[in-house]
């Protein structure tokens, strides 16, 4: 059984940074494309970021250089560095894997306060 626990959110200002973690079971996270999910209320889930199997990454142009994404093979996590946070990435924050996604964790709450 695929679990994802999201951690890592809470309340920064703008300008600040939250550095976002997953911890994988029931999945080898080298051996998918791993992506970082937002929803903001009254919003569609979009995907703000992926890493592939040789670390790739991808990004929409809403956050392309404020957003990192990563992957330790080792602790079977993936992680996203968030940077120069606006009041509009206020969401909550999910991982899983792409294109097809998995039963999504609880995800973690993002408010960035303007």
């Known amino acids: 059984q695929v679990q994802l626990v999201e951690s890592g959110g809470g309340l920064v200002q703008a300008g600040g940074s939250l550095r976002l973690s997953c911890a994988a079971s029931?999945?080898?996270?080298?051996?998918?494309?791993m992506a970082w999910y937002r929803q903001a209320p009254g919003k569609q889930r979009e995907l703000v970021a992926a890493?592939?199997?040789?670390?790739?990454?991808t990004y929409p142009d809403s956050v392309k250089g404020r957003f990192t994404i990563s992957r330790d093979n080792a602790k079977n996590t993936v992680y996203l560095q968030m940077n120069n946070l606006e009041a509009e990435d206020t969401a909550v924050y999910y991982c899983?894997?792409?294109?097809?996604?998995?039963?999504w964790g609880q995800g973690t709450q993002v408010t960035v306060s303007s």
């Open positions: 899983n894997t792409f294109p097809a996604p998995a039963q």
């Open positions: 029931g999945i080898i996270v080298r051996y998918k494309t």
């Open positions: 890493v592939d199997l040789i670390r790739r990454t």
